[in-house]
């Protein structure tokens, strides 16, 4: 059993509708991580919180927003998406710094939103 | 910059015989390496990890890692595969100076397909 809950586990949605992701982990970690995966690919990362602000941004599209209210909740607001956009969205964390030292950086995964975009 | 390969899509494995899945890396510094399993609509779980240390790394379910320096390698094993081992598995390689700090950016490996037969 995972330790990072992702809701919704579907999520169908129109390309005019705005919808969100949610996922929270009550692990302490301080990194948390969207990624992208399609189908037998491995996951794309799209964006890293450190501290509750973005880190990483990978150049993703606009219609792809993440917020970080608060250190265990991280989401992913979604507007005007395609039907490329469809795939398995997943969240990750990780424990990121302890007494000023990085820890070693295995990310704990949720289980996905799948989204698909008609 | 870091890569990881796979160099099988699939690999088979008959129940009760040993299995081993490859993997290779490149990095410019020291090597953070994990291994992770992916069921079907699954999120990615984490098996286990090189730091430092031993070469043979031992995990979750029996699973094991063999470090190899000199070849660039860390590829998973385990002594005796079950049915229920059939998944996707994601090598990744994380550089130790990568990151911002705080967060990990973690490279995947394209996955390896272990189909287990009775």
């Known amino acids: 059993d995972t330790e990072v809950t992702q809701t919704p586990k579907h999520l169908v949605m129109g390309m005019t509708n705005k919808k969100s992701l949610k996922c929270e982990q009550h692990?302490?970690?301080?990194?948390m991580y969207w990624y992208k995966q399609k189908a037998k690919k491995p996951p794309e990362l799209m964006f890293v919180?450190?501290?509750?602000?973005?880190?990483i941004n990978e150049s993703v599209p606009s219609r792809f927003s993440p917020e970080c209210p608060n250190s265990s909740l991280l989401n992913l607001h979604l507007h005007a998406l395609q039907p490329e956009d469809s795939a398995l969205y997943l969240c990750?964390?990780?424990?990121?710094?302890?007494?000023?030292?990085?820890?070693?950086?295995?990310?704990?995964f949720g289980e996905g939103s799948r989204l698909t975009v008609l | 910059a870091q890569s990881v390969a796979q160099p099988e899509d699939q690999v088979n494995v008959a129940e009760g015989n040993p299995l081993t899945v490859k993997c290779t890396y490149s990095?410019?510094?020291?090597?953070?390496l994990f291994w992770y399993v992916q069921y079907p609509n699954r999120g990615l779980q984490f098996l286990l990890k090189?730091?430092?240390?031993?070469?043979l790394v031992k995990g979750s379910y029996g699973f094991e890692a063999e470090f190899n320096k000199s070849q660039t390698s860390f590829h998973l094993k385990k002594p005796s595969a079950l049915v229920s081992d059939s998944a996707l598995y994601f090598c990744?390689?994380?550089?130790?100076?990568?990151?911002?700090?705080?967060?990990?950016?973690?490279?995947f490996g394209t996955g390896t397909r272990l189909q287990v037969t009775l």
């Open positions: 990750a964390s990780s424990q990121g710094k302890w007494r000023g030292v990085l820890r070693t950086g295995e990310l704990f």
């Open positions: 990744a390689v994380r550089d130790h100076r990568e990151g911002t700090g705080t967060a990990s950016k973690l490279t």
């Open positions: 990095v410019s510094g020291n090597p953070y």
């Open positions: 692990m302490g970690h301080r990194a």
């Open positions: 919180y450190s501290y509750e602000k973005l880190s």
């Open positions: 090189y730091i430092t240390g031993d070469n």
